[in-house]
């Protein structure tokens, strides 16, 4: 506290005030910080029963409450305790685009130390149809420590993990947001899936993330089932073995991006530390112990990776492993060395692939008007700042 004073006193007259209602909010626990075990001990703290704690969990994750006031079956002191100890929210709209065709949303949120993060909902398939997806993506980090060379994230830098409570409230958003539109099959069921695919490295941040996936499968949350969930990660290998022994069996997919550790080493660095054939040995354990088959994840970039030899070496090094793989054809960023590859070289690879018996889909690149690919509308708020 006295080091929080002393920031206080040096700061700027602006800055103290951000820095006093910053230091303050901090003091309120964020609901969505708390796992269901961890609401029962807050609400008895505050001398009330355990089974208070379901009633605000229903609240929160079914009846999407954004305020306190809302929860009319909680006693008027209970509400009073916690709107003045808790909080429900930590994340405010900065700007949020929509794509032309209407299928991607993309929103930036300021955090309640001034930091930003950003988040993309897509639609997927016919609207109606089973294949219908209605996914969020969410970020797990400010920036992101892996550096990857062909990011827009990983360019910027890291700064801090984000909280269980700011992941979670990033899937809230848009079903709050949804739920608006009355009487459409949207608001009835207005996110199907969750990927941890935005900004930051979710198994670097992995207690936070394991808790805000606890929340979004159990029956208390959102009650999304595990398949719904999938968690991207670059390959970090002592954690996708953790995560294998894990009792939520979620997806995992596996950014790859190249089959060999010269080419990998060069676009994700975190390969040096986790090369190959270590990282295939943990797919594979990841698959025996959950029965859940990984997705590899292959952005192509023009004359880096994209060529009809590059796709046998990819089948080759994935040959008797049971998974998929999703090709991409990477968001143009203000990169010149990382360019989407062209549509023919694209095509002659996944036909490589196929030939090869190797399991894939070819992904196009949903928002590019909007600037969907990871970090990229960040990176325009920075810039413009
Ligand atoms: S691709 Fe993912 S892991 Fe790599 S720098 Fe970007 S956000 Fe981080």
Not at 375 to 380: D, I, P, T, V, Y
Request: hydrophobic share 40%; proline share 3%; charged share 20%.
């Amino acid at each position: 506290m006295l080091g929080d004073n002393l920031l206080l006193l040096s700061a700027p007259r602006g800055a103290r005030i951000c820095l006093r209602i910053y230091l303050m909010e901090m003091a309120r626990k964020n609901i969505l910080d708390l796992s269901h075990t961890q609401l029962k001990e807050f609400v008895c703290s505050l001398g009330e029963p355990a089974y208070r704690a379901d009633q605000i969990l229903w609240w929160v994750y079914k009846k999407l409450a954004i305020s306190f006031e809302e929860m009319t079956d909680l006693p008027q002191t209970l509400r009073q305790k916690l709107i003045s100890g808790a909080l429900l929210s930590s994340l405010a709209t900065v700007a949020e685009k929509i794509s032309a065709d209407g299928q991607t949303r993309k929103v930036l949120f300021r955090l309640d130390d001034g930091r930003t993060i950003e988040s993309s909902f897509m639609l997927y398939g016919r609207a109606g149809s089973s294949r219908e997806r209605r996914t969020v993506c969410v970020s797990t980090q400010v920036g992101c420590p892996i550096g990857c060379s062909f990011c827009a994230t990983g360019q910027q830098g890291f700064e801090r993990n984000l909280r269980p409570g700011e992941i979670i409230e990033q899937v809230l958003y848009f079903m709050r947001s949804m739920n608006k539109e009355v009487d459409t099959d949207l608001a009835r069921r207005p996110v199907t899936n969750v990927v941890f695919m935005g900004m930051g490295e979710p198994l670097a941040n992995y207690e936070a993330v394991w808790l805000s996936i606890e929340m979004l499968n159990s029956k208390q949350g959102l009650n999304l089932g595990a398949r719904q969930i999938t968690i991207s990660t670059v390959g970090l290998v002592p954690q996708i073995q953790r995560l294998a022994s894990e009792n939520i069996h979620v997806e995992l997919a596996i950014s790859l991006h190249a089959a060999n550790d010269e080419l990998r080493n060069r676009l994700v660095p975190i390969n040096k530390k986790y090369p190959l054939k270590q990282l295939m040995a943990a797919c594979r354990e990841y698959f025996e112990k959950t029965g859940r088959r990984p997705t590899f994840e292959y952005a192509l970039f023009r004359g880096i990776n994209d060529s009809v030899g590059h796709a046998r070496e990819l089948a080759g090094l994935l040959q008797g492993l049971n998974c998929h793989v999703n090709l991409i054809t990477g968001n143009p960023t203000k990169s010149k060395e990382f360019m989407p590859s062209s549509r023919n070289t694209v095509l002659a690879f996944q036909k490589q692939l196929t030939a090869s018996g190797i399991s894939n889909t070819l992904r196009l690149s949903k928002g590019v008007d909007i600037e969907a690919g990871c970090g990229q509308l960040r990176s325009r708020w920075i810039a413009i700042r």
